[in-house]
């Protein structure tokens, strides 16, 4: 492994165990038994390697955010995608648990962040409103946009919610919450199968 990915791999373990606030580029390089100039040299601090930990975490999840226009959607989709979503969310959850601080301090990377969240969401629309012309969803347009907005603050701050909760952050509990905000959203005679799907991810 080349040292620029060591150290990034290095950075989002301790900042995901401990916090970014927490961690300093001297206990990233002390971590990796590498001296604080060769650190250095790689990146001019922790602001560097926090954006190219988010470049990462974007380019992961692009292939999801960027569906092919012709889509056939099922409900089985659509659980995937949440689900593939909160796996990646989950293995940088250091984002997630000081998001507020992390944007004040770094202005750029909430601008960043906000472009991410604004694709995420037109993907999620767009997702919905197949399910919605397939007759999977019966709701309007106005309340499939409020249910956007509900699966996005879900996924942003379920994870760090158990952590305050004194619970190790679990995948399938957020999925399985996630999934159940579409319920109230179904055709009657769908929303066995959707629950059945959702309860799967609460099975030990």
Known sequence: MKTRDRILECALLLFNQRGESNISTLEIATEL????????YHF?????????????????????????EQLEVEPEDYALFIH????????????????????????????????????????????????QAQGVLVS?????????EQVTLTLLFSLDYQRVMGMEPEVRVVVFN??????????????PAVEKIALR????
């Open 178 to 191: 996630v999934l159940m905000l579409a319920t109230p959203h179904l055709h009657h005679s769908l929303k």
């Open 44 to 68: 001019h601090g922790k602001e560097p390697l926090i954006m190219e930990l988010f470049a990462r975490f974007k380019n992961e999840l692009a292939p999801l955010l960027n569906p092919p």
């Open 84 to 131: 593939l979503v909160v796996e990646r969310m989950a293995a940088y959850r250091f984002f997630f648990q000081d998001l507020a601080n992390l944007s004040v301090r770094l202005p750029q990377l909430a601008r960043q962040i906000r472009q991410w969240l604004n694709q995420f969401k037109h993907t999620l629309a767009t997702l919905l409103t197949h399910l």
């Open 140 to 148: 309007d347009s106005q309340s499939l946009g409020l249910l956007v």
């Open 201 to 204: 991810y609460l099975s030990p």
């Open 33 to 40: 038994d590498m001296s604080p100039g060769n650190l250095y």
